[in-house]
C-alpha cells in the first residue's frame, strides 16, 4: 500500500509579487544533438568542421578500452585531430575532481573539449571549458547563495558531449552539479553558455550500461520531466534587469511543457524494457533520446523540490553502496536520490494545478478518467511508485541509511538550493520540507 498525504505540511500557493514585476518572457535556448546508431565514428570530422586543432578528449575511465571509446580514439585519429586523454572522472564529481580537470584544461592550451561519459563526465568538461576560457576563483561561477553566482561573460570554447547513460540529459543544458565537500552540500553551476556546441546520441554507447546504472538514469529522465512540467510558470518569477539576467531554469513554459510530456511518454513505453534486457536496443535508444529530450524541457524550464531535496541525501550518504555500481566508496546515485522524494513531493505540489498533475500522470501511463481533481498528487504518486518497485529501487530514505534524526541537516542541506526550490508551484520552507523528508522516510508499506 502506498502511504498518502504528508504529516505536518499544509501548502500555501504561490503569490503574485507585489514589490516588483513579474516576467512576461521566457527564453528558448536551442540544443544542437544529432541522434542516430554509429553517429560516434562522425565525431572526428565534427571537430575539423569546429575548426578543432588540439582538442582535450574527458573520457569515462571505464570507456577507454570499450567499444565507444576505442571509435572514438579511431575517429579521432583517422581526422588527425591533435588531442590528450582525461580520464580523471569522479562518479559524482567534487570541486576537488572538477579543479583538477580545469587545471589540465588550462595548462594544455587547448581550443575544443570533447566529452565522452556519462553526466558525470560531461559535467566535468563543461567545468573545464569554463574555467579554462574565463579564469576566475572557483566559487565565482557557482550558483547563488553557496557561491557567487557570477554570469559567464561570453561564449566558450567549441564543445561536442557523447554520452553513454540515458539520464541526466547534459549533452542539452547549460548544468554543471557537484559536490562541494566542505559543506557536505551538492551544487552546479548554471549558465546558458555551458551547453555543449553538439551532442552526438549514438544509441550504440549504451549496450554496455549495467541495469542499475539504466535504472537509476532512466528515474533521472522520469524527475527532469516531470519536474519541469509542474514548475512555476514562467510569469511567476520576477523580471529580471537584464535578458542576460534571466536563468536557465526559468520555469514551465508552452515549448518545455511539448519536450517534458513526450519524455514521460518514452520513460513509460521503453524504461522497464531498457533495464530488463540490456540487448533491446529499441529501448535503449528510445531512453538515450527521452533523457535529451526532457534536458531540452528542463533545461529551459528548471527543476525543483525533489532535485534539490536530493543533494544533501547525496552529499550526506555514509554506507550506502548500490548494488551493480562498481564503487569503492558510500554512494546514493543521483537518480535514486531524487526518486526517493517525488511521490511525497507529488502530493505536496498537486494542489497548485491538479490538471498539470493528472496531465503527467497520464503521460506516464496511468488512468486519469474519472479522477478527481483533490486526488491528483495520490495518482501521480503512486504511478511512480510503480516504476521504482518495478526497478528495485531502495524504499525510502531509511533503506539508503538515514532516520529521522537526519531530517534537520537535510532541511539545512536543502534550504540553499534556491535555484530549484524556488521553483516548486508551492513554497517550502523549513516545516514543509520537514514534512516531506519525513514522508519519504519510508515510501510503500
Given amino acids: 500500500m502506498v502511504q498518502h498525504g504528508v504529516a505536518g505540511i499544509v501548502p500555501a500557493l ?10 512576461t518572457a521566457f527564453q528558448m535556448a536551442a540544443s544542437n544533438i544529432r541522434f542516430g546508431a554509429g553517429i560516434t565514428r562522425e565525431v572526428g570530422m565534427d571537430l575539423q568542421e569546429l575548426g578543432a586543432r588540439r582538442t582535450l578528449l574527458v573520457i569515462d575511465p571505464a570507456l577507454v578500452d570499450l567499444a565507444t571509446g576505442q571509435t572514438v580514439l579511431t575517429a579521432l585519429r583517422e581526422a588527425q585531430i591533435d588531442f590528450d586523454c582525461f580520464s580523471e572522472i569522479s562518479v559524482e564529481p567534487t570541486d576537488a575532481s572538477f579543479q ?13 573539449i570533447l566529452a565522452v561519459g556519462g553526466g558525470s563526465t560531461l559535467d566535468t568538461a563543461k567545468a573545464a571549458n569554463l574555467y579554462s576560457t574565463y579564469p576566475a576563483p572557483f566559487l565565482d561561477y557557482v550558483n547563488a547563495p553557496i557561491g557567487r553566482g557570477t554570469p559567464v561573460p561570453g ?7 557523447i554520452p553513454t547513460t540515458a539520464g541526466t540529459g547534459s ?21 546558458r ?3 555543449p556546441t ?7 554507447n549504451t549496450e554496455t550500461l549495467p541495469g542499475a546504472v539504466a535504472a537509476s538514469s532512466g528515474l533521472d529522465v522520469l524527475s527532469h520531466a516531470l519536474e519541469s512540467f509542474t514548475a512555476i510558470a514562467f510569469t511567476s518569477r520576477p523580471k529580471p534587469a537584464r535578458p542576460a539576467e534571466r536563468p536557465a531554469y526559468q520555469g514551465a513554459n508552452p515549448i518545455s511543457d511539448i519536450w517534458a510530456l513526450r519524455a514521460l511518454e518514452m520513460v513509460d513505453a521503453f524504461l522497464l524494457r531498457a533495464v530488463r534486457d540490456p540487448s533491446d536496443v529499441e529501448a535503449r535508444g528510445q531512453m538515450l533520446l527521452a533523457a535529451a529530450i526532457a534536458g531540452i524541457g528542463f533545461g529551459n524550464a528548471g527543476v525543483h523540490l525533489p532535485h534539490g531535496m536530493s543533494y544533501p541525501v547525496a552529499g550526506m550518504v555514509r554506507e550506502f553502496q548500490p548494488a551493480g555500481y562498481e564503487v569503492d566508496h558510500p554512494l546514493v546515485p543521483h537518480g535514486y536520490s531524487v526518486i526517493l522524494h517525488t511521490p511525497a513531493v507529488a502530493r505536496f505540489t498537486a494542489p497548485a494545478s491538479p490538471e498539470r498533475h493528472l496531465r503527467a500522470a497520464r503521460a506516464l501511463g496511468a488512468t486519469v478518467d474519472g479522477v478527481r481533481p483533490e486526488n491528483a498528487g495520490d495518482l501521480l504518486a503512486e504511478r511512480v511508485v510503480h516504476f521504482m518497485r518495478e526497478l528495485g529501487v531502495p524504499n525510502g530514505l531509511q533503506a539508503v541509511g538515514y532516520s529521522s534524526a537526519d531530517i534537520p541537516a537535510l532541511v539545512e542541506g536543502t534550504l ?3 535555484r530549484v526550490t524556488k521553483l516548486s508551484p508551492i513554497p517550502a520552507g523549513e516545516a514543509e520540507l520537514t514534512g516531506l523528508f519525513e514522508a519519504s522516510m519510508t515510501v510503500w508499506d
Fill in 155 to 161: 561564449p566558450l570554447k567549441p564543445f561536442i558531449a
Fill in 14 to 23: 504561490h503569490e503574485e509579487s507585489t514589490d516588483m514585476a513579474n516576467d
Fill in 100 to 112: 583538477r580537470a580545469i587545471e589540465v584544461a588550462t595548462a594544455g592550451d587547448y581550443d575544443s
Fill in 193 to 195: 553558455y555551458l551547453k
Fill in 171 to 191: 549533452e542539452t543544458t547549460g548544468v554543471a552539479i557537484f559536490d562541494l565537500i566542505e559543506k557536505k552540500a551538492k551544487t552546479g553551476i548554471a549558465n
Fill in 198 to 204: 553538439l551532442g552526438l546520441i549514438d544509441p550504440n
Fill in 416 to 418: 540553499p538550493q534556491h
